[in-house]
T-cell receptor, first 112, second 116 residues
Framework: GAVVSQHPSWVICKSGTSVKIECRSL??????MFWYRQFPKQSLMLMATSNEGSKATYEQGVEKDKFLINHASLTLSTLTVTSAHPEDSSFYIC????????FGPGTRLTVL | AQTVTQSQPEMSVQEAETVTLSCTYD???????LFWYKQPPSRQMILVIR??????QNATENRFSVNFQKAAKSFSLKISDSQLGDAAMYFC?????????????FGKGTRLHILP
């Protein structure tokens, strides 16, 4: 099946700093990628839909200025958590839309 | 708006036995996809099975099968001959058929324990 990678797999940062997470489709082109957030023992919550070459569409309640999404190519979307705070600590998962939706392995973010 | 409901937060089954996970959904659309995803402790989302709503035949994948009742908006997953590796969080999910780029809507999940 198609492969989606995420980098880094885990990151620890200080409060107030920014963190960038990359999502890559390794063997297919994805015009659409999705970013999810998952709290412990909870379901995946869609944060935004990322479309190549255009602005991302954010779900209600997600701060677009805090969670910056860039989809500059057909194989790469990035999520930047700006001015991170401890409450942003979570597991972030991306997925890429090929002939089906394929999920990355996730990134665990811990903000101290 | 579409919703997906999983009413069983946790379930347990003896190894080699059969277990059924329940899922109901709500939609006004006539064409859509339904999925069951597995999330093991590694947290990698794995597609277990997919059902197209226009197909009357229930999807099967080896030990995994679904009971799709379109009129009742029910989509249960049956796991036969349960194995220790089946222990995971299982999410029922919905996606629109018309809008190919539409988002996947997940249920809250059912944690499945396999008892040796």
């Amino acid at each position: 099946g198609a492969v989606v990678s995420q980098h880094p797999s885990w990151v620890i940062c200080k409060s107030g700093t920014s963190v960038k997470i990359e999502c890559r489709s390794l063997d297919f082109q994805a015009t659409t990628m999705f970013w999810y957030r998952q709290f412990p023992k909870q379901s995946l919550m869609l944060m935004a839909t990322s479309n190549e070459g255009s602005k991302a569409t954010y779900e209600q309640g997600v701060e677009k200025d805090k969670f910056l999404i860039n989809h500059a190519s057909l194989t790469l979307s990035t999520l930047t958590v700006t001015s991170a705070h401890p409450e942003d600590s979570s597991f972030y998962i991306c997925s890429a839309r090929g002939n089906e939706q394929f999920f990355g392995p996730g990134t665990r973010l811990t903000v101290l | 708006a579409q919703t997906v409901t999983q009413s069983q937060p946790e379930m347990s089954v003896q190894e080699a036995e059969t277990v059924t996970l329940s899922c109901t959904y709500d939609t006004s659309e006539s064409d859509y996809y339904l999925f069951w995803y597995k999330q093991p402790p590694s947290r990698q989302m794995i597609l277990v099975i997919r059902q197209e709503a226009y197909k009357q035949q229930n999807a099967t994948e080896n030990r995994f099968s679904v009971n799709f009742q379109k009129a009742a908006k029910s989509f249960s997953l049956k796991i036969s001959d349960s194995q220790l590796g089946d222990a995971a969080m299982y999410f029922c999910a919905y996606r629109s058929y018309v809008n190919r780029d539409d988002k996947i809507i997940f249920g809250k999940g059912t944690r499945l324990h396999i008892l040796p």
